[in-house]
């Protein structure tokens, strides 16, 4: 399933890039794309100076507020003792992207007072960021690894973030670190099959997908305040 989707996921955003337009028509197109990127990333970074520390291993991660939620700006890193796992148990990955999680495990992994995001949560901040062709690229932009907060400069569309973590199957291999990877929500297909997004380094589109529980995905947390 995840295999199907990354292919249909490239295939559209090729087609999207190669598309042509009219000169008015890209213009506007283009103007609108530069403010919204332009911009967008400074007041992140502002608001990304907010941290918190999770008690149970003291590790300090840092947040964006857009509109009414926190958002966590890094994947989860909390080390569960099952249903977790370093990409290819390789514990110096886990540094740079946090700890790859499986559904279940996903659920109850976030810090007291936060949450793993709802199908509901997750469209709320797409379509704050843009919508989904445009989600994906912000993400990543105001990502702690992307964009440092309290650091000056912008990071270029499709730099390389923690989204980008790659995914650990049911047999335990792993594959697409720094090339894709995705994020659980507490949505779900059914007992066997959960809800996810995806992300593609290059690609400004924040893709919605579903995958087996038992795959290792990343986790951010939200909250509502």
Not at 21 to 38: E, Q, R
Not at 139 to 156: E, K, L, N, R
Not at 204 to 209: I, M, N
Request: glycine share 10%; aromatic share 10%.
């Amino acid at each position: 399933m995840v295999h199907f989707f990354l292919s249909t996921f490239t295939s559209k955003y090729e087609k999207f890039i190669m598309k042509k337009s009219n000169l008015t028509g890209g213009l506007i197109v283009a103007i609108a794309l530069f403010f919204s990127l332009s911009i967008l990333p400074v007041l992140l970074n502002a608001q990304a100076k907010q941290t918190f520390t999770d008690i149970r291993d003291n590790h300090v991660y840092h947040y964006v507020k857009i509109g009414a939620q926190s958002w966590m700006a890094e994947n989860l890193r909390v080390n569960l003792p099952a249903g977790s796992w370093s990409y290819n148990n390789d514990s110096v990955n886990e540094k740079k992207f946090g700890r790859l999680y499986s559904w279940k495990a996903a659920q109850t992994a976030c810090p007291k007072g936060w949450h793993l995001p709802s199908d509901k949560e997750w469209n709320v901040l797409i379509q704050s960021l843009g919508g989904s062709n445009l989600a994906g690229l912000k993400m990543q932009m105001m990502d702690t690894i992307a964009g440092a907060p309290g650091t000056a400069g912008t990071p270029a569309p499709g730099t390389l973030s923690s989204l980008l973590s790659g995914v650990r199957h049911p047999d335990g291999s792993c594959i697409g670190m720094n090339f894709w990877g995705g994020c659980w929500s507490s949505g779900k297909v059914n007992d066997s099959v959960g809800n996810n997004v995806l992300f593609a380094h290059g690609s400004k589109d924040l893709g919605v997908s579903s995958n087996d529980k038992n795959s290792g995905f990343s986790v951010r947390c939200v909250r509502n305040k």
